[in-house]
């Protein structure tokens, strides 16, 4: 075998080593750079235009409750339907009973006698269990919330929700998952404890 | 004296290597930093609006597709019995002033309704305010403005960021410049 003069890499070694040395530095300070990256989102603005129908949601004890105009229109039908059975056709027993009656719909307590003139007045119940978010959000995950997701469409619906003072967390959070599945989001600020009331003679909700 | 021969090459391999993978490392941190959004000059930035403070997915971005990326925000904190507008300077003004004509909110909107088609008005609702921004809400519609809400914790604190001042109708002459704001 021919073995030719001998070359000493020894500096080569000792530069390589250096350069190593720097990038490892280099790349500790931009990946600590790189690691601090905030998230940042230009808040939408109230779209007045479109004609999408509204889905209602609560954030309320950091919970989120939903409020379906059709699970509350089926309860007041079939309470009404009871209370004609018990007082067998008497108007003023009917009307009666009427002003005495409270339904309990999904966590909040319903005035019977604003939902028969078509106002729904909702009172929240203080220790309803609605559903609440594990402490990481998980965009395909399958729970309660993302079936109701799953429910809606982005064309023609948008979701309002009524964010009460304690639940600002929750409602960033569930606005986070409607906002993956393409869905626009109301917000509508509530006090403490106030009703919420839905129906005519209201203002309009306008999607953001 | 004579010393030992040492072979380094299997150690200059290993060296080589490395830097190479510590590149491309560079090189993906690099990339991150760039695509970081403050970059892009989005106005209008809120943090914390897809994710809260501490979360663990913080740091994943989730392109958001409802933001408002056409006009420049202006951001009005609301309390419950005040509000202060954040429009070049700071200014405060109480519920009750609102009532008189001429008040800072609507010399706001003044200001505001000219460039209406550059500019929206941002609500940072704090806890309380529901029936005061209800109200504010409907002013500013009234006038055609462009209007977006965020609910802000009471003690959150709302921190901005101005450039130079945006060029008036009346002073063309200036040379263009936006103002900026971040919370």
Redesign the interface.
């Known amino acids: 075998m021919a073995t030719g003069p001998s070359i000493d890499l020894s500096s080569f070694t000792d530069l390589m080593t250096c350069i190593l040395g720097v990038l490892v530095l280099i790349i500790l300070l931009t990946g600590i750079d790189a690691s601090q990256i905030a998230v940042l989102v230009a808040t939408p603005k109230e779209i007045t235009g479109d004609d999408k129908s509204p889905v209602f949601f609560e954030c309320r004890n950091q919970q989120l409750f939903y409020i379906s105009t059709d699970d509350l229109k089926e309860a007041v039908d079939a309470k009404t339907e009871q209370i004609r059975t018990a007082v067998a056709g008497d108007q003023k027993e009917f009307l009666k009973q009427a002003a005495q009656t409270m339904l309990e719909v999904n966590g909040q307590k319903v005035d019977y006698t604003m939902a028969l003139v078509g106002k729904y007045e909702l009172i929240p119940i203080p220790d309803a269990e609605g559903y609440s978010f594990d402490k990481t959000v998980v965009a395909d995950e399958e729970n309660w919330y993302a079936s109701k997701l799953a429910t809606i469409d982005p064309h023609t619906q948008f979701i309002c929700f009524f964010v009460r003072p304690d639940s600002f967390r929750t409602f960033q959070r569930a606005r986070t998952l409607a906002w993956l599945k393409n869905i626009n989001v109301a917000c509508e600020l509530q006090d403490e404890r106030n009703h919420i009331i839905l129906g005519p003679g209201g203002s309009q909700i306008f999607s953001q | 004296m004579k010393m030992a021969d040492v072979d380094?090459?299997g150690?200059?391999n290993i060296?080589?290597m490395?830097?190479g993978v510590?590149?491309i490392?560079?090189v993906s941190?690099?990339l991150?930093?760039i695509s970081?959004?403050?970059n892009i000059k989005?106005?209008?930035?809120?943090?914390?609006?897809?994710?809260?403070a501490d979360?663990?997915?913080?740091?994943?971005?989730?392109p958001?597709?409802?933001?408002?990326?056409t006009?420049d925000?202006v951001y009005v904190d609301v309390e419950p019995t005040k509000l202060t507008i954040y429009y070049k300077t700071i200014k405060e003004v109480s519920a009750r002033d609102l009532m008189f004509e001429g008040n800072d909110f609507e010399k706001f909107l003044d200001e505001i309704e000219p460039n209406k088609e550059r500019r929206?008005v941002?609500l940072l609702?704090r806890?309380?305010?529901?029936?005061f921004?209800?109200k504010l809400r409907?002013v500013i519609?009234e006038r055609g403005i462009?209007?977006?809400?965020?609910?802000?914790?009471?003690d959150r604190p709302i921190e901005l960021e101005a450039r130079e001042e945006e060029v008036t109708p009346e002073a063309p002459e200036e040379p263009e410049a936006q103002e900026e704001q971040?919370a």
């Open positions: 380094s090459s150690f200059q060296v080589l490395l830097i510590l590149i490392m560079l941190n690099v991150t930093i970081n959004p403050d989005i106005d209008a930035l809120i943090t914390g609006v897809t994710y809260g979360d663990d997915a913080e740091k994943e971005f989730i958001p597709k409802f933001q408002n990326l006009q925000p929206y941002v609702l806890p309380g305010s529901a029936v921004q209800r409907q519609r462009d209007v977006g809400f965020e609910p802000w914790e009471t971040g």
